[in-house]
């Protein structure tokens, strides 16, 4: 075990998704203004190399394609993923592509596993922030996980998107063609918007491999009775949207079992066998494993308590957001806040602000959540959105969401680099539309 005295106090970012890279990028715009640049070190930490853009990890997972090739998995990683160098300063922000093995808040430490070096990494601080963000949670159902593809890194999508092209490549040639059962089990927003976006995408891989489409069968499972978060009236345009679509709907199914050719629910205290050749899961992430074994309690289910400034309770050096901070919903003090990415977006900037304040010795500000705006595209040109008890529909929303995706690029990226980042997915997106 290698251990190196840092001669500078470390500010350590422990994630690169919207809230950790938000952080990353405050601090290295302001800490010289704040006269702290000399004595301290921003280091920003993942495992990933990448920053993905996990709002539309839905649209690179079923993005068409003529040919499966390493360029075209390039070019569909690119739609969605950034390098993280490019995102940050390097001469103010060091960027570490490693794993997180352990966190000691005793000794303020750190250990990290790296890819380049044969030792593990011990690392001290001054100021940690915890935005290590989310894991798919299987929730203990059988064979779930040995049986179902998920939808959380750009890795997953890129998985699906080509074992689709090859599941209908090694049968289109079967005479009679078999039947194709495509399932999305999970009715949050990423299910909806992964079974919605995939009809366009089996269309056009049943006209690329000859396959007849009236055999090929979308499901979506829910366990819950309504879909997104959209409560009733929301559900309810769903439904006439997927039945426009040829998209079965399952709700009140709760999940028991997963096999490689089939799904098992139980609907109406009956259990029933759905067939499926193809599953995807999206129905659940829980705290990050590691924030769950060294600060979660039964109470926070994992994540990590923290106060009024997005600092943990126990540990004021230690500050947390996004999936990893336990912070209950001014509106209803018994639930924690949705677990979202426009969230963990917001709690970035304003804590980028606030370590400055903790740094200097002034009083920290409080974090005062604005209500989620939920904006689903389910389909086509067409999408959902919910303000407060508000719903609207349409055409128009559809070109709004890609707005919020090029505001997204303009605040992370400098403005020719972030248009051009965004027509470039754009135009690879619109292929199913």
């Not at 639930?335 to 990415?341: G, I, Q, S």
């Not at 990226?413 to 965004?422: E, G």
Request: glycine share 6%; with cysteine; aromatic share 8%.
């Amino acid at each position: 075990m290698v251990s190196k005295k840092a001669t500078t106090k470390n500010i350590i970012i422990l994630g690169a998704g919207f809230g950790g890279l938000n952080v990353a990028q405050v601090l290295q715009k302001n800490l010289s203004q704040a006269a702290l640049a000399e004595s301290h070190k921003i280091i920003l930490i993942d495992k990933s190399p990448y920053h993905v853009y996990t709002a539309n990890l839905y649209e690179t997972a079923t993005a068409y394609a003529k040919k499966i090739t390493p360029d075209c998995q390039r070019i569909l990683k690119e739609s969605v993923a950034i390098p993280i160098t490019e995102l940050i300063d390097n001469k103010k922000v060091t960027f570490i592509n490693a794993e997180v093995l352990s966190i000691n808040p005793e000794k303020r430490e750190i250990e990290l596993k790296t890819h380049r070096q044969k030792t593990d990494k011990l690392l001290n601080y001054e100021v940690l922030i915890l935005a290590l963000g989310a894991a798919t949670n299987y929730f203990n159902i059988p064979d779930l996980k040995e049986n179902s593809l998920p939808l959380k890194t750009i890795e997953d999508a890129l998985k699906i998107n080509c074992g689709l092209n090859q599941h209908f490549l090694y049968n289109y040639k079967k005479t009679p063609p078999p039947k194709v059962a495509i399932t999305i089990m999970g009715g949050g927003a990423t299910g909806v918007e992964t079974a919605a976006e995939m009809r366009g995408f089996l269309n056009h891989l049943a006209k690329k491999y000859h396959y007849p489409k009236e055999k090929i069968k979308i499901k979506l499972i829910e366990a819950g009775q309504t879909l997104a978060g959209l409560g009733e009236k929301g559900t309810e345009i769903i439904k006439k949207r997927f039945k426009k679509l040829a998209i079965d709907i399952h709700l009140n199914s709760p999940i028991q079992e997963v096999t490689k050719n089939s799904i098992t629910i139980e609907s109406n205290h009956q259990k029933k066998v759905l067939p499926s050749n193809f599953a995807i899961w999206t129905g659940g992430v829980m705290v990050s494993p590691l924030v769950q074994r060294v600060f979660g309690t039964e109470k926070t289910r994992g994540a990590i308590e923290i106060n009024e400034h997005l600092q943990s309770i126990k540990y004021p050096e230690i500050f947390a957001i996004g999936d990893n901070a336990y912070f209950t919903d001014p509106k209803d003090i018994t639930k924690r806040l949705p677990l979202l990415a426009q969230i963990a977006f917001r709690q970035g900037r304003f804590l980028g602000k606030n370590i400055l304040n903790y740094l200097n010795k002034k009083p920290l500000k409080n974090y005062h959540p604005a209500s989620p705006i939920y904006l689903l595209p389910i389909g086509g040109r067409f999408a959902i959105m919910k303000i407060g008890n508000h719903l609207f529909k349409g055409r128009l929303l559809w070109y709004l969401r890609r707005l919020i995706d090029l505001r997204y690029s303009l605040l992370i990226l400098p403005f020719f680099k972030a248009l051009r980042k965004w027509l470039f997915s754009h135009k690879i997106f619109l292929k199913n539309d």
